[in-house]
T-cell receptor, first 112, second 115 residues
Framework: GEDVEQSLFLSVREGDSSVINCTYTDSSSTYLYWYKQEPGAGLQLLTY?????DMKQDQRLTVLLNKKDKHLSLRIADTQTGDSAIYFC????????????FGKGTRLSVIA | EAGVTQFPSHSVIEKGQTVTLRCDPISGHDNLYWYRRVMGKEIKFLLH????????ESGMPNNRFLAERTGGTYSTLKVQPAELEDSGVYFC?????????????FGSGTRLTVV
């Protein structure tokens, strides 16, 4: 079955860049997502990328996709304490129509 | 537009009791999903409704879990009888029909603790 893997923890200093990595196994994945979960809150969609794209940038966020290696990364520039949260990578072969497959989440801690 | 609403936000019940979780999707969203996250593990798919029909229930753990979506609006997920391993955060998500959006909107989740 499909599998999505992420490292569990990342700690960075405020102002530095954070890079969260994710690998997936399903070659039919066509859409890949990054969700953020702050303490006590739901899952907030940060960004998504289509499989025919290599990169997507949205303000401080940069998503890189290496489809050959099935590797996805999320870079957060100028990381702030408010970025501390759990970040989930997820994939779907038919967005909105089929369930998302999630990784275990990466807990990002930002040190002031 | 109102988001996806789930309640209760927290529930603590004893093993063997029954609990019913509710999810109100965004109005007009045909697709409704239930997911569960057990502590420290990935968010796992439980069930997918398209309007009032169960499209995919392959993720439901066992027959102690019953989901309904009468009238294609809100959905309930009942656990009866609850076991200790049912503890976790239950998320609901909704999305419009295919092609209208690439996003799934999630609720804040219900944290279920079975003691």
């Amino acid at each position: 079955g499909e599998d999505v893997e992420q490292s569990l923890f990342l700690s960075v200093r405020e102002g530095d860049s954070s890079v969260i990595n994710c690998t997936y196994t399903d070659s039919s994945s066509t859409y890949l997502y990054w969700y953020k979960q702050e303490p006590g809150a739901g899952l907030q969609l940060l960004t998504y990328i289509f499989s025919n794209m290599d990169m997507k940038q949205d303000q401080r966020l940069t998503v890189l996709l290496n489809k050959k290696d099935k590797h996805l990364s999320l870079r957060i520039a100028d990381t702030q304490t408010g970025d501390s949260a759990i970040y989930f990578c997820a994939e779907s072969s038919s967005p909105g129509n089929t369930p998302l497959v999630f990784g275990k989440g990466t807990r990002l801690s930002v040190i002031a | 537009e109102a988001g996806v609403t789930q309640f209760p936000s927290h529930s603590v019940i004893e093993k063997g009791q029954t609990v019913t979780l509710r999810c109100d999707p965004i109005s007009g969203h045909d697709n409704l999903y239930w997911y569960r996250r057990v502590m420290g593990k990935e968010i796992k798919f439980l069930l997918h409704f398209v309007k009032e029909s169960k499209q995919d229930e392959s993720g439901m753990p066992n027959n102690r879990f019953l989901a309904e979506r009468t009238g294609g609006t809100y959905s309930t997920l009942k656990v009866q009888p609850a076991e200790l391993e049912d503890s976790g955060v239950y998320f609901c998500a909704s999305s419009p029909r295919t092609g209208e959006s690439y996003g799934y909107t999630f609720g804040s989740g219900t944290r279920l603790t079975v003691v």
